[in-house]
């Protein structure tokens, strides 16, 4: 097997392992189970916080930014022709400029990257760029998600979005949604493909007949 051939075969091992464990989770939490807090670490944490999860996943925010370019403005001297399409010139060079400045300043998924992500009771802390950057939970407005993708979405009452994804981004956001939410949490729309995964999964162990919907 090539090495390319076994990157993606773990890559889609280490999918199916988080979808897997984000399932079980999601059982587990609507029988009534507890997250289970983890051992502790160096990390200096707030009162009665404890941590529950602690991985690497991918970070992204998402906001708009200012750019600057710079203007051409040539001296054009010769015939009435020369000098017209030395000024098309510059026009079109300056347009072409500006658009790519107002691209690059507009909002959009910025400072991607793979970072240490810590799961508390009380906030998601990531460190990016040897920056421990906190963020709460009760700061938090709305979760949505691509579950399918791996991939969820948090907004909050102030600052910028926040994107993780990666294998662990299910569990995550099944975590999440608990802690935020409550048990309601688990009936939440971003959490449907894990919903409709775990029904069936229910289904196919207990031998449940499933009517046909196309009789």
């Known amino acids: ?32 189970g507890q997250l ?14 404890k941590i529950f999860g602690d991985t690497m996943l991918g970070y992204a925010r998402f906001y708009g930014t200012s750019a600057q370019y710079r203007e051409s403005s040539s001296f054009w001297f010769g015939s009435t022709g020369f000098v017209l ?21 507009a909002a959009q998924w910025r400072d991607q990257a793979q970072v240490r992500m810590v799961l508390t009771n009380q906030r998601l802390l990531g460190d ?22 791996w991939s969820f979405v948090l907004r909050y009452q102030e600052g910028n979005p926040l994107m993780l994804h990666g294998p662990a981004a299910p569990w995550y956001a099944v975590a999440i ?5 409550g048990p ?8 449907a493909p894990i919903t ?14 499933v009517p046909d919907a196309r009789s």
């Open 128 to 149: 990016y760029q040897g920056n421990l950057l906190s963020f709460w939970h009760n700061g938090v407005q709305e979760l949505a998600a691509d579950l399918s993708q």
């Open 184 to 191: 309601e949490g688990m009936r939440l729309p971003a959490l």
């Open 1 to 32: 097997m090539s090495r390319r051939k076994e990157t993606s075969a773990a890559i889609d091992a280490a999918l199916r392992d988080g979808w897997s464990s984000a399932c079980r989770l999601y059982e587990h939490l609507v029988r009534g």
């Open 85 to 105: 399409a030395g000024m098309a010139s510059d026009a079109i060079s300056n347009a072409s400029a500006r658009s790519r400045a107002q691209a690059m300043a």
């Open 196 to 209: 409709a995964a775990v029904a069936q999964r229910t289904r196919a162990i207990t031998g449940e007949i």
């Open 36 to 49: 289970v807090a983890l051992p502790p670490t160096g990390l200096r944490l707030g009162q009665d916080e």
């Open 177 to 181: 949604a608990w802690q935020i939410f």
